[in-house]
């Protein structure tokens, strides 16, 4: 009976799986758009919204601009 439960249970996990893959797992690198393409860890996304998947849906003002410029930079850009 238990090896029932744990067969069940492990199919049930097994279908949720693939059901999150299918539906909510995204493809290639979460900041890049789809033009940007997959080039793996090390490659860097081009500045601006244009190049993000998602822009969070507002216009970009100067310091947005300069501070994805300046990303991975440690300091701040001097438009703040």
Do not use: C, I
């Amino acid at each position: 009976m238990a090896l029932l439960k744990l067969a069940a249970l492990g199919t049930l996990g097994y279908v949720g799986y693939q059901y999150y893959q299918k539906n909510f797992a995204h493809k290639g690198q979460a900041a890049f758009a789809g033009s940007e393409g997959n080039y793996g860890a090390n490659h860097v996304r081009a500045a601006g919204p244009e190049s993000m998947r998602d822009n969070g849906g507002r216009a970009w003002d100067k310091a947005d601009q300069a501070s994805d410029e300046s990303f991975p930079a440690s300091d701040p850009p001097a438009t703040y």
